[in-house]
């Protein structure tokens, strides 16, 4: 529902959303099919509710970023669609007020059979800007989609990045006082990628109200005060960021011993699919502890449904508020796997894992081997946790955080007989 500036019942808010809820229903596997039988309310009846989204209220003013946060499934998409309008709730309301601008999955808005100058119109007048407003920025979105040398190729034959930048680029020129972004800020190479972030900024610095998904936590950290968490439909936590991230991220699988088969958290194109996790000891048994200088070897179970020539492995080790600290690659160490079909086993060992006392989620990625695609990204899938310890071996307990890494090294001191430091030493 749209409301005029002048709206009594919004108040304050730009954006208020009450007791929303979106029911889907879904066939029970051994009724699917296309027979007539099939279609008949009797066989209808047998199926099952999906709540992808339940009871969800909050309310944003005007000039807010909000960043969104939740394992895959958690409602996410299906809220941002029904903000836009795409689609409509089973029960409850939202209320927004002023023009908006939406960026959803790939694709949205733009006809395949289009060039890449014809969808900008489309696209732009699908959004609520006039021809004339389109024509007088149209060369500033194409300039910033970066797409000039295809602008008249038929937009099917763009890649998916190419797409979303071009999309990205019309609803970052509209003058409008809502942008709506789902995982857009993750596409195109990292130079393209700070160029949305620094739209999103400015579009910000203009009084623009922003809604954000992302599982990029270093972007949600760059733009947004305040995160939504949505589990299983539901809304969980409603607060300031860095006290609703920890809790996020903490709350991943806190165990030694992972399945991940079922994890919702994951992307790529699923020519393998990373089966379990173990974070052993020093005598391979489970733990997911440690001390700082200690030691760290991961074990991960990896089925490919078909034969992959040289896959890469990786592993990230996060900080509590979502940042990558370490990334560990097979390929820095020189593993050559050959061709790969079933299940294979991976190791990954660091002898002196020399991190700060903390919670450490871990994610886990397979790719192909030109690192150009990635067959299965796992995240945030299990917690290290790293105690204080005496690395050193003197004594000397490190347990409070002055940084995030311990990093050995030499000092000296010895008495001096100069009055005056040498002057080579002051230049």
């Known amino acids: 529902m749209r409301f005029g500036p002048g709206d009594g019942s919004m108040k304050d808010d730009v ?74 709730p089973t029960s409850g309301r939202a209320l927004l007020r002023g023009r908006v601008a939406s960026l959803l999955e790939v694709g949205t808005g733009f006809h395949p059979d289009l060039t890449g100058r014809q969808n900008v119109f489309l696209n732009g007048a699908l959004l609520g800007m006039s021809r004339a407003e389109i024509r007088r920025k149209f060369d500033e979105i194409v300039a910033f989609a970066e797409v000039e040398e295809f602008l008249d190729t038929p937009i099917k034959r763009f890649s ?68 939504l968490f949505l589990e299983n439909g539901r809304l969980q936590e409603d607060g300031p960021l860095d006290e609703v991230l920890s809790r996020y991220l903490t709350a991943s699988r806190d165990a030694a011993q ?6 919702n958290n994951r992307d790529g194109s699923g020519e393998a699919r990373v089966q379990s996790l173990a974070i052993l000891g020093p005598h391979e048994e489970p733990t997911n502890h440690t001390f700082v200088g200690g030691s760290l070897h991961v074990r991960f179970h990896v089925k490919f449904s078909q034969m992959v020539r040289n896959p890469q492995f990786g592993a990230r080790i996060h900080s509590s508020e979502g940042h ?10 020189g593993l050559t796997v050959g061709d790969a079909e079933g299940m294979h086993v991976v190791d990954v060992r660091v002898p002196c894992l020399c991190l700060y006392p903390g919670r450490y989620p871990l994610s886990l990625w397979v790719c192909d081997s030109g690192m150009s695609r990635t067959l299965d990204h796992v995240r945030l899938c299990a917690t290290l946790v790293v105690q204080p310890g005496a690395p050193n071996g003197r004594g000397t307990i490190i347990d409070s955080k002055r940084g995030v890494f311990y990093v050995p090294s030499d000092w000296q001191a010895r008495k001096s007989t ?10």
């Open 258 to 263: 992972v399945d991940v088969r079922q994890w």
């Open 418 to 427: 100069a009055a005056v430091p040498p002057s080579e030493v002051c230049a």
């Open 160 to 227: 998916t990045g190419m797409q979303m930048r071009l999309a990205f680029a019309v609803a970052a020129h509209l003058d409008g006082e809502i942008l709506i972004i789902d995982e857009a800020l993750s596409v195109g190479d990292a130079a393209f990628q700070a160029k949305c972030v620094d739209a999103t900024t400015a579009a910000r610095g203009r009084g623009r109200t922003v809604l954000l998904v992302s599982h990029n936590m270093a972007v949600l950290h760059g733009l947004a005060g305040r995160i």
């Open 15 to 88: 954006i208020r959303v009450e007791g929303l809820s979106k029911r889907y229903r879904i066939p029970n596997a051994r009724h699917r099919g296309d027979s007539v039988w099939s279609r008949m309310p009797w066989h209808r009846s047998r199926a099952h509710d999906l709540w992808a989204l339940n009871d969800v209220s909050f309310s944003v003013a005007p000039g807010e970023v909000v960043g969104i946060i939740g394992r895959n499934g958690a409602g996410k998409s299906t809220l941002l669609k029904i903000l836009s309008g795409v689609t409509h």
């Open 324 to 333: 990558e600290l370490v990334d560990l690659q097979a390929r820095h160490d």
